[in-house]
Each structure stands twice: as structure tokens, then as C-alpha cells.
């Protein structure tokens, strides 16, 4: 199965900007959309931004106007810019395909992003 790994979070200061990079063990471009979601402490996890082999792509509404997602088949590579972040975009985030896994399918490690003063 393509395993993700996940990197560049870290700890920001709110207004700050983080970019987030899933590179991929094989190919996306056989999944039908790729996405990035996050789980905060003690919540679910949640679809942050969704990006199709073509179409329209999807944010969740909180992120709008502050995250882009972008994928680059060729180099089987995922990247979440987010700028303006704010206290509640404090979460570990993952990229998978999307539709996700069914449960007990496979995750990444995600990466931590912390937003704090």
C-alpha cells in the first residue's frame, strides 16, 4: 500500500505561516483525490482540504482564504500552504487519500502543528 509521511509542522505564533509536505512511498495519481486532515486533542478527526485528480477543490470553511493545497503527481507530493493561522488550527495533521481509509485502515505519522503565543 502507499504510506505518506508527513513534515513541516512546528510551533507558530497566531498570524504566523506554516507549509506542510505528504510525500508519498508510490503513485496518486491513482487515487481519485488526495487531502489533508487534522485531529485536534479530544476531536475527531476532520477534512481540512481536498484536491482531486481534476475538479474543484475543497476547504474546510474555517480554513478558506488561509490554507491552499496543492499535488504534484509527477513527484508524488502533497503540500498544505496555511498562512493567518490562529490557536484553533493547533492539531496533528495527515494527508491520506480521499475518500479516507475505512477504520483501522493505514495513517501516517502525521505532523504536529502547535499555534501559540
Known amino acids: 500500500q502507499v504510506q505518506f509521511v508527513e513534515s513541516g509542522g512546528g510551533l507558530v505564533q497566531p498570524g504566523g505561516s506554516l507549509r506542510l509536505s505528504c510525500a508519498a512511498s508510490g503513485s496518486i495519481g491513482s487515487f481519485a483525490a488526495m487531502a489533508w486532515y487534522r485531529q485536534a486533542p479530544g476531536k475527531q478527526r476532520e477534512l481540512v482540504a481536498r484536491?482531486?485528480?481534476?475538479?474543484?477543490?475543497n476547504y474546510l470553511d474555517s480554513v478558506k482564504g488561509r490554507f491552499t493545497i496543492r499535488r504534484d503527481d509527477a513527484k508524488n507530493t502533497v503540500t498544505l500552504q496555511m498562512n493567518s493561522l490562529k490557536a484553533e488550527d493547533t492539531a496533528v495533521y495527515y494527508c491520506?487519500?480521499?475518500?479516507?481509509?475505512?477504520?483501522?485502515?493505514?495513517w501516517g505519522q502525521g505532523t504536529q502543528v502547535i499555534v501559540s503565543s
Open positions: 484536491i482531486p485528480n481534476g475538479g474543484f477543490i
Open positions: 491520506n487519500k480521499h475518500p479516507p481509509p475505512a477504520a483501522g485502515g493505514y
